[in-house]
């Protein structure tokens, strides 16, 4: 089976979109384009739904009945319950709520291992634990590829440890991590697991059952839908926890790590992401399927595609002398995330160059700062960040390698 692509890309505005002709999108690690159904959903609930959901009149109870579905659909696609799905303002904003509320479950002196791979949002919330008792441990990455290794997270657990915090994968270096092995070692060390999926949802998202982390989290923005975070959080750790919410929430699991309250239109329009799913797995798929086997496949579709794009760009990229690939050099083990350094021009000349070419990447350290300092990477300018999604062109490949050619 092989992604029909003009059919997906129809499933995006922007694609047609006049002003961004002849544009080629390789940022999708900062956002992705959304779907027309995630807008049509959140056009129509500002239009019809705008009220204050769960009131006993019809605009309310729908809006009510909207939120609601996302919950369910979005647990029923990662494999999980409802009541485990929380949506926050931001994953930077959900981290710092969950180190507030997971602080009282432990006491000064125990530890909590942070890996130095991670973009910021999954390390400096746990961090700041270090002003309130809580002992950081770092595990660092390898200064040539910028791996994390298992055999250093064995040697850095004790019988203190109480978290390990990590991501999927790296949203500068690309790399994937084991996380179903990491949650396995850290559960027989009697310590809970958070994992950012933030880099690594956009591209599959993943079976949370299957994963066994006890925490898991990504961003809606950079999977076709709102500027929302999603946290999946175990029910039974979430009872544990401090609530964070107002006094009488205390026990309402939806609201104790949810502070700042819900954004009513965008929770209700995320159903519009499992819209988007549920469109791309019928045009591809005859086979009547459950959400998280309609998932599965659809993983396998969108992979297959990134990899056949990804191997045509790092053939490209190890053919030339002129630049350093940050972590892996092949497409095994890795999503479609690929940061450069240009070795005989600035980092400004040559994103220059590429811009002119109607190409729009990133540049800078993306607030993977530790990953970039361990590797001894200057954070002034950073790197150059290529990351492109299931709905990229081979056209689009092209028009990059043509550009960097060109840039270089």
Same mark, same amino acid.
């Given at each position: ?11 995006f ?6 002003? $961004? ?7 999708n690690?900062?956002?992705?384009y ?7 959903r959140?056009?129509s609930?500002?239009?019809? /739904? ?6 006993p ?7 009510g ?25 931001? #994953? ?14 432990w006491?000064?002196g ?11 949002? /999954? ?16 595990w ?19 019988n203190? #440890? ?8 790296? /949203? ?7 996380v ?11 310590a809970?697991c ?6 690594? &949802? ?15 989290? !990504?961003?809606?923005?950079k999977?076709?839908?709102?500027? @929302? ?8 750790l979430?009872?544990?926890m401090e609530?964070?919410?107002? !006094? ?9 790590i #949810? ?10 329009s995320?159903?519009?992401? @499992?819209?988007y !799913?549920?469109t791309?797995y ?5 086979e009547?399927?459950?959400p998280s086997?309609?998932?599965?496949? $659809?993983?396998?579709?969108f ?14 990229l190890r ?15 890795r999503?479609?995330?690929?940061s ?6 600035s ?6 160059t ?15 700062v ?21 709905? #990229?062109s081979m056209e689009?490949?092209d028009?990059?390698? &043509?550009?960097?050619?060109s840039? $270089?």
């Amino acid at each position: 089976m092989k992604l029909d692509l003009s059919f997906v890309r129809a499933q995006f505005p922007a694609f047609e979109e006049p002003s $961004l002709q002849g544009w080629a999108f390789f940022e999708n690690a900062g956002g992705s384009y959304p779907c027309i159904q995630f807008i049509n959903r959140l056009t129509s609930f500002y239009l019809k /739904n705008k009220v204050q959901p769960y009131y006993p009149f019809p605009a309310s109870m729908l809006a009510g009945e909207l939120m609601d579905e996302s919950y369910k659909r979005m647990a029923e696609y990662l494999n999980v319950e409802a009541s485990e799905i929380h949506f926050g303002p931001s #994953t930077t904003q959900n981290v710092y709520v969950l180190a507030n509320a997971m602080r009282p479950m432990w006491i000064d002196g125990d530890e909590i291992i942070v890996s130095c791979q991670d973009h910021e949002a /999954n390390a400096g919330a746990w961090r700041r634990l270090a002003d309130r008792g809580i002992k950081i441990v770092e595990w660092h990455v390898d200064k040539e590829k910028g791996l994390l290794s298992l055999e250093d997270l064995d040697g850095l657990f004790s019988n203190r #440890t109480r978290l390990v915090a990590f991501p999927h994968c790296s /949203n500068v270096i690309g790399h994937v991590n084991p996380v179903k092995e990491i949650s396995q070692k850290a559960h027989s060390h009697g310590a809970l697991c958070a994992v950012d999926g933030v880099a690594y &949802a956009p591209h599959s998202f993943p079976d949370l059952k299957a994963l066994g982390a006890d925490i898991y989290l !990504f961003s809606l923005y950079k999977t076709f839908g709102p500027h @929302l975070g999603l946290m999946y959080v175990k029910h039974e750790l979430i009872e544990k926890m401090e609530n964070q919410s107002h !006094f009488f929430k205390e026990g309402i699991t939806r609201s104790m790590i #949810t502070p700042a309250g819900p954004d009513h239109a965008q929770i209700g329009s995320v159903s519009g992401i @499992l819209d988007y !799913f549920d469109t791309i797995y019928e045009h591809h798929f005859d086979e009547q399927a459950v959400p998280s086997q309609r998932n599965s496949a $659809l993983n396998r579709l969108f992979r297959e595609q990134e990899k056949t794009l990804l191997e045509r760009l790092l053939e490209f990229l190890r053919s030339r002398d002129e630049l350093q690939i940050l972590g892996p050099h092949k497409t095994d083990g890795r999503v479609p995330t690929v940061s450069i350094l240009p070795l005989n021009k600035s980092l400004e000349e040559v994103y220059a160059t590429l811009t002119q070419h109607k190409l729009m990447l990133g540049m800078g350290d993306f607030y993977a700062v530790r990953p970039l300092m361990d590797m001894g990477v200057p954070l002034e300018p950073g790197v150059l960040r290529m990351s492109f999604l299931h709905y #990229t062109s081979m056209e689009d490949i092209d028009q990059l390698i &043509a550009g960097l050619k060109s840039a $270089l």
